[in-house]
T-cell receptor, first 113, second 117 residues
Framework: DAKTTQPNSMESNEEEPVHLPCNHS???????IHWYRQLPSQGPEYVIH???SNVNNRMASLAIAEDRKSSTLILHRATLRDAAVYYC??????????????FGKGTKLSVKP | DAGVTQSPTHLIKTRGQHVTLRCSPI?????VSWYQQVLGQGPQFIFQ???????GRGNFPDRFSARQFPNYSSELNVNALLLGDSALYLC????????????????FGEGSWLTVV
């Protein structure tokens, strides 16, 4: 699976939007971009995923660059509950690690009241 | 509906001992995966079982083994424990085998904290 690069940490103020970047310059055409987050003392939870087009769901939005070499997870209004480690993961259909996720170190998001 | 449940939540073992961790997937989910998360790192894939057969194995020594039962619950076994095995062990379940099948969300349990002394 292709590798992703994320900042180690970011800070945000409560009620403000947060843009979490992810670089994946070696992405292939069949790689999906997944985001998971892990709240303190909990297991990771799915946030969103996409292939080429921007995606929205009740938790967040995913903006994918036209060349797909980068993406941004957007939290429209950060709350204290959004403080977590956010992981950007590429999954390749038919790749060597089918059925599992390869996590990096992620971005630790802090939210200030 | 209950989520992925794991037991025990915390345990302490001595070097050289054996440990068994248990996982019950979400009802109807046939895929169970195990991950190890060392403090400060992201989770690392250990095993995946689908329909009671091993479908994937990460880069872990043979001291680690697992199995899936007819009711799709699973056990992770670690023999000859080392200090470096101290970690959070996460179980994840999903409906389908592939992580990127549309709609095939992977759900994680809260994990079992293992401390080896």
């Amino acid at each position: 699976d292709a590798k992703t690069t994320q900042p180690n940490s970011m800070e945000s103020n409560e009620e403000e939007p947060v843009h979490l970047p992810c670089n994946h310059s070696t992405i292939s055409g069949t790689d999906y971009i997944h985001w998971y987050r892990q709240l303190p003392s909990q297991g990771p939870e799915y946030v969103i995923h996409g292939l080429t087009s921007n995606v929205n769901n009740r938790m967040a939005s995913l903006a994918i660059a036209e060349d797909r070499k980068s993406s941004t997870l957007i939290l429209h209004r950060a709350t204290l509950r959004d403080a977590a480690v956010y992981y950007c993961i590429l999954r390749s259909l038919g790749g060597g690690s089918q059925g599992n996720l390869i996590f990096g170190k992620g971005t630790k998001l802090s939210v200030k009241p | 509906d209950a989520g992925v449940t794991q037991s025990p939540t915390h345990l302490i073992k001595t070097r050289g001992q054996h440990v068994t961790l248990r996982c019950s997937p979400i009802s109807g989910h046939k895929s169970v995966s195990w991950y190890q998360q060392v403090l400060g790192q992201g989770p690392q894939f250990i095993f995946q079982y689908y329909e009671k057969e091993e479908r994937g194995r990460g880069n872990f020594p043979d001291r680690f083994s697992a199995r899936q039962f007819p009711n799709y619950s699973s056990e992770l076994n670690v023999n000859a424990l080392l200090l470096g095995d101290s970690a959070l062990y996460l179980c994840a379940s999903s409906l389908a085998r592939w992580a990127d099948v549309p709609g095939n969300t992977i759900y994680f349990g809260e994990g079992s904290w293992l401390t080896v002394v």
